[in-house]
Nanobody, 120 residues
């Protein structure tokens, strides 16, 4: 059974940092991605990382500020978010994604997400 549990969100001021975690189960050897969603908008791709960790992908708005990493021994994917901006405010989710197209998810299951709020 596929399950993702996101954590690490919170309230920070502009310029602050947060580190999100995604504990995944039921998914093996998969490229993993982070997505975010704000009310009234579609979920959008943020970042992805291949199983080996050798290749990473980022959406343009977060390049240079966010870093995705993973610990395969713990089945956990991380998202280090620095220099946060109010426009980063969203609920953040993780999911398995297609290696050839990291913006395409492999599972219809979404966890509960973790709320990130950046105050101006």
């Amino acid at each position: 059974q596929v399950q993702m549990v996101e954590s690490g969100g919170g309230l920070v001021q502009t310029g602050g940092s947060l580190r999100l975690s995604c504990a995944a189960s039921g998914i093996a050897f998969s490229t993993m991605g982070w997505f975010r969603q704000t009310p009234g908008k579609e979920r959008e791709f943020v970042a992805a990382i291949r199983w080996s960790g050798g290749s990473t992908y980022y959406a343009d708005p977060v390049k240079g500020r966010f870093t995705i990493s993973r610990d395969n021994a713990k089945n956990t994917v991380y998202l280090q978010m620095n220099s946060l901006k109010p426009e980063d405010t969203a609920v953040y989710y993780c999911n398995a994604v297609r290696a050839s197209d990291p913006r395409t998810v492999l599972s219809n299951y979404w966890g509960q997400g973790t709320q990130v709020t950046v105050s101006s």
